[in-house]
């Protein structure tokens, strides 16, 4: 069975920087696009933070942008999020989603992360 097993929260100072990882493992066939979401605390809606498509290309939210980077390494099918210039607002859960076939005759599924933890104190 497919999982997204997630790495890389933890607690940071204002200005700080952590790098997210997000590895999926079990038989996979193929991945394309790959997200990062959050969900901030007292919020239950999920916001997109960043986005990578099968080709690389990429996507972000505004509050993110030029601060927040996605990445993929298709020999392991894992996809990064390097964040930087952390403030408190970034606090939060980050999972990492992926659109997966197992086989080639299957369909695309998508899978989620369990989400990891991301505390930036000021």
């Known amino acids: 069975q497919v999982q997204l097993v997630e790495s890389g929260g933890g607690t940071v100072q204002t200005g700080g920087s952590l790098r997210l990882s997000c590895v999926p493992t079990g038989h996979i066939y193929s991945v394309d696009a790959m997200d990062w979401f959050r969900q901030r605390p007292g919020q239950q809606q999920r916001e997109l933070v960043g986005?990578?498509?099968?080709?690389?290309?990429?996507n972000y939210g505004d509050s993110v942008k030029g601060r927040f980077t996605v990445s993929r390494d298709n020999t392991r099918n894992a996809t990064f999020l390097q964040m930087n210039r952390l403030t408190p607002e970034d606090t939060g859960t980050y999972f990492c989603?992926?659109?997966?076939?197992?086989?080639?005759?299957?369909?695309?599924?998508?899978?989620w992360g369990q989400g990891t933890q991301v505390t930036v104190s000021s």
């Open positions: 986005a990578i498509t099968g080709l690389g290309n990429t």
């Open positions: 989603n992926a659109r997966i076939k197992e086989n080639s005759r299957d369909s695309v599924t998508l899978y």
